[in-house]
């Protein structure tokens, strides 16, 4: 079975800052693992995605997340914070040999807050 | 190019009615996902579709709910009878036929039972 966890429920951060969004995850083998996130009233929009390679992957809006398979994290990491960057944020993870097909498995979803 | 369109964006009925929801996937992708959002459940995943054809509708909650793919531009999730509790928002999303799996999701509709 494939699960992914999301320890913190909102994160805060001054703007300017870095910011730091945790995702651990389990899978039988290799995971592919993506970040997505949720502005209010909008659908999710995906920011990035570790399927296999390098294990610092880089995405939208200056985001990026880092592989751990030792581990078995991946968390968001963008080095200076917006304002506009306040939304909710999903990591979701897929295990491609697990039997499960080519579903994802979504966290519960991390409230970053920016402030001034 | 248009991404994943869902009809109505908005829909407010009565418990008891049937409710139909309408997802139009990315042109070319073979994967459609139906998911649920609500403030206690959070993101769950009803049913998916390759090829149009279900493959896991293990989320879905119970036999009012139901899902369909008659070809590979359309799908309905329909609720009959329709109860407070089915109140949320429902996503549909696609993805392409690659070992990428990355999903695109529609706008949703936010839905209201009275």
């Known amino acids: 079975a494939q699960s992914v966890a999301q320890p913190e429920d909102q994160v805060n951060v001054a703007e300017g800052n870095p910011l730091t969004v945790k995702c651990t995850y389990s899978?039988?083998?290799?995971?592919?693992l993506f970040w997505y996130v949720q502005y209010p009233n909008r659908g999710l929009q995906f920011l990035l995605k570790?399927?296999?390679?390098?294990?610092l992957v880089k995405g939208s809006y200056g985001f990026e997340a880092e592989f751990n398979k030792s581990q078995t994290s991946f968390h968001l990491k963008k080095p200076s914070a917006l304002v506009s960057d306040s939304a909710l944020y999903f990591c979701?993870?897929?295990?491609?040999?697990?039997?499960?097909?080519?579903?994802?498995?979504f966290g519960t979803g991390t409230q970053l807050k920016v402030e001034l | 190019d248009a991404g994943v369109i869902q009809s109505p964006r908005h829909e407010v009925t009565e418990m008891g009615q049937e409710v139909t929801l309408r997802c139009k996937p990315i042109?070319?992708?073979?994967?459609l996902f139906w998911y649920r959002q609500t403030m206690m459940r959070g993101l769950e995943l009803l049913i998916y579709?390759?090829?149009?054809?279900?493959?896991?509708d293990s989320g879905m909650p119970e036999d009012r709910f139901s899902a369909k793919m008659p070809n590979a531009s359309f799908s309905t999730l329909k609720i009959q009878p329709s109860e407070p509790r089915d109140s949320a928002v429902y996503f549909c999303?696609?993805?392409?036929?690659?070992?990428?799996?990355?999903?695109?999701f529609g706008p949703g509709t936010r839905l209201t039972v009275l």
């Open positions: 999303a696609s993805s392409a036929p690659s070992g990428a799996d990355t999903q695109y």
């Open positions: 899978v039988s083998g290799n995971p592919y």
């Open positions: 570790y399927i296999t390679g390098d294990n």
């Open positions: 979701a993870v897929r295990d491609p040999y697990g039997g499960g097909g080519n579903k994802l498995t």
């Open positions: 042109s070319g992708h073979n994967s």
């Open positions: 579709f390759n090829n149009n054809v279900p493959i896991d």
